[in-house]
């Protein structure tokens, strides 16, 4: 962006800023600040310490307090908001964020390729490769040379205007030369990302003041880009890469810059143009076959990087090849993102402890010597059941690989016995529960082994837990830890007993003052209004989830009904097969649960199916499915809306389902969708305009 002249002369303007202050003339600092915001920044290569920066930043905000009419808007001084967001509105794209197609290995690169070339009738194309930041994805418009807008991704069609917080980015300028260029209006493509380095610091501030860390540098970016303060964004030192103009309005009768003829050279007019792009990390190859062999190198060494990857994209160069190739209602078809292996390291394990869930199951988990995987320090994982340990060949003292399946959930790979010393030892699985001593017991179809004492503490802690929690009865203020604390002083023994609390004894524990304590009646008291299918998940049953509790809550009028419900005419539920039924029954005919029941009926719990208004049968007979985060409704709002006009939702992906509505980070669902050709793919917009709201 500056050559070696406009830096030397930047740099004794800075001399000369700081040896004379009264010599400091305003448009010339702007520049110079700016300058060494992009050193700092971008280039990596600060030319002057953090305190001369500060020196000059405050000279800035004097001179700016002493005639505000002279604040512009790409001053530097205006990354930092001077207000709370209050929220966050939704703006719509110029242009749809598609996600990309992932392949995971040579074969899907090859299939990509070919179609590629058939489609445009040649032999070979050339293709930008470039690293695939594991970050947030963010969105940017510039009209006539200034930052007008920022909004994240949101559901591709429309985003959350983050335009404060973006400024406290540094790496994007706040201006841009666009005239120079031909260029009216821009829209740009990028990833927010935490660097390792910025990642640690701040968990080290945060250890000292004796908060909670962050898990990961990717949730820690996508989470600091919807923060109400900005200058809390501002302290967590973001960095942004800035990948793909996405639409350009050119001014009339000037010549667009011919650098935009190829996808590389995009990226080096963004570059050019003060971005941080990945001008520097790009790589161009003629054939897929060069693409493959460069995939291997870019994994072996993505740990090396002062940032994380999760894998790279593949992007046809040409950009009038780019148009011809066009795109699917999902994907472009000029693009693929090559994934990354899961990621992998060894360690101890140095212990195995047992867990009792709500059901009585007993888990073993294992403690790991601490390692760092993938951003995140990993040091307990699920190691499922007995036959697990025996198929892993897992002994304490293990040394073991473990990786996190899509970067995400920890787990174990395998032991490595060729480093076992002799000092390892046998994992023995408890025969009697870790809490309350009874016998366990493992049924011939399963593999778990469970407690069947049901007044089992660690039971009823968790079912309590599963009670309260968000998609059953979703009483705020009661978690976990409140719930084990009020169980070891006696003041809740079982489900009931929530709403027969001693609020007054509560008010005198430590950290429970008079608005928790409010909060947490008010909480409890609209529980009571809850409706049934919440009810009936909360309760626990085996092998009832969210999507099943709804279907037996619409073809019921009371709880009690299923009391007199047979295991055949359950059968005739959709969903529900022979274990799911008999479970059911079994439930709705124990002495115990029935008590508990009739007591939560005379708490005055609604345990009736209120009917519910079909506003109209636009979708009867037609199935949803849901997948990823949603971003303008919640997922039970919008599942509510499909119920009301007649629609079903299923739990899974088959070929009964009709729609699959994406949202952010979608995942396996949305794969195994693509697979069947009945199934239609459809954003949240689509989704909302289907249901028109």
Not at 157 to 183: C, F, H, M, W, Y
Not at 346 to 374: C, D, H, S
Not at 421 to 426: D, F, I, S, V
């Amino acid at each position: 962006m500056y050559d070696k002249a406009q830096i030397q002369a930047l740099q004794q303007t800075t001399k000369q800023f700081l040896a004379s202050p009264l010599s400091i003339e305003l448009n010339a600092l702007k520049k110079v600040l700016q300058f060494h915001e992009y050193q700092y920044y971008v280039v990596n290569e600060p030319l002057i310490s953090d305190y001369e920066y500060d020196q000059l930043y405050q000279a800035l905000l004097k001179i700016e307090a002493a005639d505000p009419a002279c604040i512009t808007p790409d001053s530097p001084s205006q990354r930092v908001g001077n207000s709370l967001n209050s929220n966050f509105e939704t703006v719509p794209h110029l242009v749809p964020m598609l996600s990309l197609e992932n392949s995971y290995n040579a074969a899907d690169l090859n299939d990509f390729d070919r179609k590629a070339r058939e489609s445009a009738g040649l032999e070979t194309i050339t293709y930008c490769v470039e690293p695939k930041f594991d970050g947030a994805s963010i969105s940017l418009i510039y009209e006539n040379d200034l930052l007008v807008r920022a909004c994240t991704r949101g559901d591709g069609v429309a985003g959350e205007d983050i335009t404060k917080n973006i400024k406290q980015i540094r790496s994007i300028p706040l201006s841009i030369p666009l005239a120079e260029n031909g260029i009216q209006q821009i829209e740009i493509r990028g990833e927010v990302i935490m660097s390792k380095k910025a990642f640690n610091d701040f968990n080290e501030k945060l250890k000292a003041k004796q908060q909670a860390t962050l898990a990961n540098p990717r949730n820690a970016a996508s989470g600091s880009l919807r923060m109400k303060d900005p200058k809390e964004v501002a302290e967590r030192n973001l960095d942004a890469f800035i990948y793909h103009i996405s639409y350009l309005l050119p001014i009339p009768g000037k010549t667009v810059n011919p650098l935009l003829k190829t996808h590389s050279g995009s990226l080096e007019l963004l570059w050019n143009m003060g971005f941080r792009s990945p001008e520097k990390e790009k790589h161009l190859v003629h054939t897929i076959q060069e693409v493959i062999d460069y995939c291997s190198i870019a994994e072996s060494g993505r740990d090396q990087l002062p940032y994380e990857i999760d894998g790279l994209v593949v992007k046809v160069n040409d950009l009038a090849l780019q148009e011809k190739l066009g795109m699917t209602s999902h994907h472009p078809r000029w693009a693929i993102a090559y994934k990354f292996k899961a990621r992998q390291a060894t360690t101890i394990l140095e212990n195995v402890e047992f867990q009792v869930g709500r059901t009585g199951a007993v888990t073993p988990v294992a403690k790991l010597k601490p390692v760092a995987i993938g951003g995140v320090t990993v040091s307990s994982i699920s190691i499922h059941n007995e036959e697990y340990i025996v198929e892993k060949d897992l002994l304490l003292g293990d040394t073991v690989i473990i990786e996190r399946a899509g970067d995400v959930i920890p787990q174990i790979v395998h032991s490595i016995p060729s480093l076992r010393t002799g000092n390892e030892k046998k994992i023995q699985f408890p025969t009697h529960c870790p809490v309350c001593n009874t016998s366990l017991v493992k049924e011939s179809t399963e593999a778990v082994w469970r407690c069947t004492n049901i007044n089992c503490s660690a039971q009823i802690v968790e079912r309590i837990a599963h009670f309260v929690s968000k998609d059953a009865m979703d009483i705020k203020n009661l978690g976990e830890a409140n719930i084990k604390k009020f169980f070891e002083l006696g003041l809740l023994k079982d489900i009931p007993g929530i709403y027969t609390l001693d609020f007054e004894r509560i008010s005198t524990l430590e950290g429970f003052g008079k608005k928790s304590v409010d909060n947490l009646t008010t909480a409890i008291e609209a529980s009571k209004q809850q409706p049934l299918h919440r009810l009936i998940y909360a309760l626990g049953i085996r092998f009832v989830g969210e999507t099943t509790a709804k279907t037996i809550a619409s073809r019921i009028n009371h709880l009690l009904d299923l009391t007199r419900i047979t295991e055949e005419q359950l059968l005739e539920f959709e969903d529900i097969g022979i274990k799911v039924a008999n479970s059911i029954v079994h439930f709705f005919h124990d002495p115990m649960q029935l008590n508990m029941i009739e007591s939560l009926i005379q708490l005055g719990l609604n345990v009736e199916q209120t009917s519910q208004q079909q506003t109209d049968g636009s979708l009867t007979g037609l199935n949803f499915l849901f997948t990823g985060t949603l971003t303008q409704l919640k997922r039970a709002d919008a599942e509510e809306m499909v119920e009301a006009r007649g629609g079903h939702i299923l739990s899974g992906v088959s070929s009964k389902l009709n729609y699959l509505v994406v949202g952010e980070d979608a995942g396996s669902k949305l794969e195994k969708a693509k697979k069947i050709a009945s199934i239609k793919i459809i954003s949240e917009a689509e989704f909302i305009e289907l249901v028109k709201i």
